[in-house]
């Protein structure tokens, strides 16, 4: 440390999903952003861990998932979405409560079979089955 160097923290009073909104116009941000916490991801971003994950869920309720498709592999996410968003909407945390309003904001929706566990208690064994036979299938 040095007595010549100030450090300030700047943006506290936006949630990460603001701040994410507020970059995805710029083609800079489009082609640059890196968030991806798998450290043995070689091409960049992984597209399924979990930071990778809530960027991915912010920009889509946004509507903008294809300007980042040189940086993300919107595949890999597009497989992982409905199971990730509703681990999310089931949480009570600072992270999932913004990715919450973001998704309620953006009046999204995620596959039927997730709807109907979101409805119901995880607890009920006759959606978990439901679910099963029809996660069987795809």
């Given amino acids: 440390c040095s007595e010549n160097l100030d450090i300030r923290s700047e943006g506290a ?3 990460r999903s603001e701040k994410i909104e507020s970059l995805v116009d710029y083609k800079v941000v489009q082609e640059n952003l890196f968030v991806c916490v798998d450290h043995d ?4 971003n992984c597209s399924v861990c979990q930071k990778c994950v809530r960027t991915l869920l912010v920009i889509d309720f946004l509507g903008r998932l294809n300007d980042f498709s040189q940086i993300f592999d919107l595949n890999g996410y597009s497989k992982v979405r409905d199971k990730r968003l509703l681990d999310i909407l089931r949480r009570d945390d600072s992270f999932s409560n913004d990715i919450k309003h973001m998704y309620y904001r953006s ?10 566990i979101i409805r119901c208690s995880s607890s009920c064994s006759k959606v978990k089955k439901i679910f099963n036979y029809f996660k069987a299938l795809r």
């Fill in 41 to 44: 991801h070689q091409n960049g």
């Fill in 13 to 15: 009073q936006y949630s």
């Fill in 107 to 116: 009046r999204q929706s995620v596959s039927w079979w997730y709807y109907l």
